[in-house]
């Protein structure tokens, strides 16, 4: 093989990525190969879109030219990371060989949303809310008793920021098993969110009574002390929870979190750093970071996290803000506080 001939293929086994943030979704645009060689340059950038707390995500795949198993792993998984955070994503615009593999071949789209166009897609995230809620009314029209139906009604409305309404619809889920796990922490969460943490707090105890182990009964049960400001029972919850489950980065990044809020600054360093060791693109965590090293006068560190920040946020103000900072802690030119208002 020549080189033009080795260029040429090298050219093409690359993988481009741009990411665009829109009202409804973010749309992360590929072009080139979806293969073993490159997912790892795809998968980064929906960890950096699900680091700024957006996850309803379009990939438009009009530029890819080939698709491996790799590949397909790739946008299963990572369906099923913005389902995990109340989200979802659609494909839009694939390519003829996209398209043959996904639609012809594996009837990917037989739970996989795809569309035509980018503003299709968009369009759905914009309808889906009202759609899905729609949805379960009809189903709860026919089958008043089925207590999924009503929990799944409030999760939507949760997720649209309707609390009154979400706590409504989950306590029927409640009223019709009393012991439904999921509709407890569902319930549990609403009512944080309407500072009711005591009754949250309840909820959660009695899912933990039913299942001991369960992850998000013992995680959010933690949120509520330390959102009560019990800060030295929220510390001990979360160091417990991370014995059952290490590899969760959120945990280390709320004990972190904690351990600041209390000015224990090395600890909440360890704990931060052992984030971004499992989610090197966790945006609170360089954050957070970020915040104390300005604090210490620590340039080099400093520095270091407001790099990162820059390169994970979609939020065009938040990089011209930190780029201006980077510029003052380059010339060790420190604010007195930055970021605490945002990340407490």
């Known amino acids: 093989m020549g080189v033009s001939e ?22 992360i645009s590929l072009s080139g190969e979806l293969s073993v060689f490159n997912t790892p340059q795809a998968y980064d950038a929906v960890s950096k879109v699900i680091s700024n707390h957006k996850y309803n995500i379009i990939v438009d795949m009009s530029g890819v030219s080939y698709i491996d198993s790799f590949g397909i792993g790739f946008i299963v998984s990572s369906l099923k990371e913005t389902i995990r955070f109340g989200g979802d994503l659609k494909l839009s615009a694939l390519s003829p060989f996209c398209e043959r593999i996904i639609k012809k071949i594996l009837n990917l789209d ?6 035509e166009t980018v503003e299709e897609a968009s369009a759905d995230f914009k309808s889906n809310a009202a759609s899905a809620a729609y949805r379960w009314q009809q189903v709860l029209s026919r089958q008043p008793e089925y207590p999924d139906a009503y929990l799944n009604l ?19 889920a409640l009223e019709i098993n009393a012991n439904y796990i999921e509709a407890l922490n569902v319930c549990g969460q ?57 590899k969760y980065a959120d945990l280390h990044y709320r004990l972190g979190m904690s351990y600041l809020k209390k000015q224990n600054h090395e600890q909440a360093i360890d704990s ?40 994970i946020s979609l939020d065009a103000k938040e990089v011209s803000e930190t780029r201006e900072l980077l510029n003052r802690v380059t010339r060790e030119n420190f604010p007195n506080s930055y970021f605490l208002e945002k990340i407490l």
């Open 272 to 311: 931060l750093n052992r984030a971004i060791e499992i989610n090197p693109n966790y945006l609170d965590v360089h954050r957070a970071l970020s915040t104390i090293y300005i604090k210490r006068r620590e340039k080099d560190l400093a520095i270091k996290h407001l790099q990162a920040i820059c390169s």
């Open 154 to 172: 409030s999760r939507i409305f949760l997720r649209n920021g309707l609390l009154v309404e979400a706590l409504a619809e989950v306590k029927k």
């Open 6 to 27: 080795k260029n040429q293929k090298s050219s093409q086994s690359k993988l481009e990525v741009k990411t665009i943030a829109k009202n409804e979704a973010v749309v």
């Open 110 to 115: 037989t739970f996989i949303s795809v569309f």
């Open 190 to 246: 609403i009512l944080l969110k309407m500072g009711e943490n005591e009754e949250a707090i309840i909820k959660f105890k009695k899912t933990l009574d039913a299942k001991p182990d369960d992850l998000e009964a013992l995680t959010w049960l933690a949120i509520c002390y330390d959102d009560s400001n019990m800060l030295d029972e929220a510390i001990a919850r979360y160091r417990n929870v991370i014995e059952i489950y290490p």
